[in-house]
């Protein structure tokens, strides 16, 4: 598989926006559900958002619903992340992930298996 590699990160002030992105061809959108995940230090990895391979619907971690979006590009060979009104309790390595099948829309189980594949990450800093 063509490895997954997340770009976009960076530092911001908080209220601030970044756009997360990482290439997924290679992981049809129709067999592979993909997804971003972030681990905060100490802290074991959660999910954030993930686009389901079934039919495309979109789920989201309650922290993040109505300042991120995932989306992929109309070819399905570019994941996104679009962060606004970013918090610093938003700091955190995020990955971009893809895994066969549908998320079952349990996130936690699909970080805790790290299940399929990862990338190896971005660093998301917000300042107050």
């Known amino acids: 598989q063509v490895p997954l590699a997340e770009s976009g990160g960076g530092s911001v002030q908080a209220g601030g926006s970044l756009r997360l992105s990482c290439r997924t061809s290679?992981?049809?959108?129709?067999?592979?559900?993909v997804g971003w995940f972030r681990q905060f230090p100490g802290k074991e990895r959660e999910g954030v958002a993930a686009?389901?391979?079934?039919?495309?619907?979109?789920i989201y971690a309650d922290s993040v619903k109505g300042r991120f979006t995932i989306s992929q590009d109309s070819e399905h060979e570019t994941l996104y992340l679009q962060m606004k009104s970013l918090k610093p309790e938003d700091t955190a390595m995020y990955y971009c992930?893809?895994?066969?099948?549908?998320?079952?829309?349990?996130?936690?189980?699909?970080?805790?298996?790290?299940?399929?594949?990862w990338g190896q990450g971005t660093q998301v800093t917000v300042s107050s």
């Open positions: 992930a893809a895994k066969y099948g549908p998320t079952n829309d349990d996130m936690p189980f699909w970080a805790r298996r790290r299940l399929g594949y």
């Open positions: 686009i389901d391979s079934d039919d495309g619907s979109t």
């Open positions: 290679g992981y049809p959108s129709s067999s592979y559900s």
